[in-house]
């Protein structure tokens, strides 16, 4: 994070706890950043599942791209939300700066549109809400933080290999080779997208997807829809993340291999991205390559 100066958050989907902005503004300052919380990230009342009114959190958004100093924009949680900004956002006015726009989860809305939009630079990463647990209280904390910096980063070598956790090997549940740009998602975001103008084009593309707390019947209907949508066999390769929670692991795997099966690239699964920590961060604006062997390497950034 060395190379931004001034980061904002904002609250487009669910409300982050006061005390987690607070910490969250003191880590980032830490780390020599400038930071501006947007007027309308903590409410007034705590009544309401969002922070603030649809035209609010749209001002919060448009005020960080008119704001230029502004180089760095973090959402403070998930939740839900996000898509409710997607047709009343200022698609050209977004075109003007490729700001990083980090998040996860809900953040997939926002992050999805605007790869169909061509704006902005969506990265998978950890919330301000988190980021007492993802970078301080967790075993592997320097793994989430090193992944986090390299996707913050434009200055990491090329050629980078990413890791697993205790430099264990990724999970190959089919061989191949991929070479391309990453897409990165929560499932049931991303399943809920489809048919809209704002789900962007698979081909040519790595698809990473996650999700929590859903019963295995529904990922089954959200891969069968991205299957159905041209998803599942356009993409590059697969790699499945975090799916905690979401059924018994023996039949979450077989559900896995039926689908990678459909798949006409690589498959990985148990990536560590998702909803738990240790993390991996992904910036989608960075080319991956996924050699036979399963490594996986960051070729330019």
Request: glycine share 6%; charged share 25%; hydrophobic share 40%.
């Amino acid at each position: 994070m060395q190379t931004f100066r001034h980061a904002a958050l904002i609250a487009p989907a669910g409300r982050a706890a006061r005390e987690d902005v607070a910490l969250s503004v003191e880590l980032l300052e830490k780390a020599g950043l400038h930071v501006k919380v947007m007027p309308h990230v903590l409410p007034d009342t705590d009544k309401d599942s969002q922070p603030a009114t649809l035209k609010e959190r749209l001002q919060d958004l448009h005020a960080c791209w008119r704001d230029k100093s502004i180089d760095l924009i973090f959402c403070v949680r998930g939740g839900f939300g996000s898509a409710h900004l997607l047709p009343h956002i200022d698609w050209n006015l977004l075109r003007t700066r490729k700001i990083p726009f980090v998040g996860y989860s809900d953040i997939t809305a926002l992050h999805m549109a605007m790869l169909q939009q061509k704006v902005g630079t969506p990265i998978a990463a950890p919330m301000p809400a988190v980021f007492d647990e993802a970078l301080f209280k967790n075993s592997e904390k320097e793994y989430t933080r090193e992944s986090m910096r390299w996707a913050l980063s434009g200055n990491i070598p090329a050629g980078t290999e990413l890791l697993m956790p205790d430099n264990k090997k990724f999970n190959i549940i089919k061989s191949g080779y991929a070479l391309c740009l990453p897409i990165v998602a929560n499932l049931s975001v991303l399943a809920s997208l489809c048919g809209t103008k704002w789900f962007p084009k698979f081909r040519h593309r790595i698809l990473i997807i996650e999700d929590l707390n859903e019963p295995l019947y529904k990922i089954d209907r959200y891969l069968t829809q991205l299957l159905h949508c041209g998803v599942l066999t356009d993409c590059e390769a697969l790699l499945f993340g975090q799916f905690n929670n979401c059924g018994e692991e023996e039949e979450k795997q077989a559900l896995f291999k039926r689908f990678a099966e459909k798949t006409k690239g690589p498959v990985i699964v148990d990536f560590p991205f998702g909803h738990e920590f240790p993390s991996i961060s992904i910036n989608m604006r960075h080319h991956l390559r996924i050699e036979k062997n399963g490594k996986i390497f960051i070729i330019d950034t």
